[in-house]
Nanobody, 125 residues
Framework: VQLQASGGGLVQAGGSLRLSCSAS????????MGWFRQAPGKEREFVAA????????YYSDSVKGRFTISRDNAKNTVYLQMNSLKPEDTAVYYC???????????????????WGQGTQVTVSS
């Protein structure tokens, strides 16, 4: 599967952005999807993940209550709605997919096989 992330940009602290990740192929609904981010000089970290059906989303503690992951399987797209943004949310955001048919959500970066190219999110104070 090929992934294409978009929607990043520059926003003031307290603002919102919605990231989108479009996937190729007809089997999108059988991939666990996740969002990760990487700030300058830091390792790529888990942000959120969502199951095939869109139920049971899982978030890192740093974004819980502010970010919402969702998916539209009819559009082959996963979203990340980011509210109450903080300067520390500044990073390149990547969408990722686990191997087809795997149902378990995980925060482990190496468990995701497919990656999008990333979209920059910059939050100014």
């Amino acid at each position: 599967v090929q992934l294409q992330a978009s929607g990043g940009g520059l926003v003031q602290a307290g603002g919102s952005l919605r990231l989108s990740c479009s996937a190729s192929g007809r089997t999108f609904s059988t991939y666990v999807m996740g969002w990760f981010r990487q700030a300058p000089g830091k390792e790529r970290e888990f942000v959120a993940a969502i199951s095939w059906s869109g139920g049971s989303p899982y978030y890192s503690d740093s974004v819980k209550g502010r970010f919402t992951i969702s998916r539209d399987n009819a559009k082959n797209t996963v979203y990340l709605q980011m509210n109450s943004l903080k300067p520390e949310d500044t990073a390149v955001y990547y969408c990722a997919a686990r191997p087809q048919g795997i149902t378990v959500l995980t925060t482990t970066r190496s468990a995701y096989r497919y990656w999008g190219q990333g979209t920059q999110v910059t939050v100014s104070s």
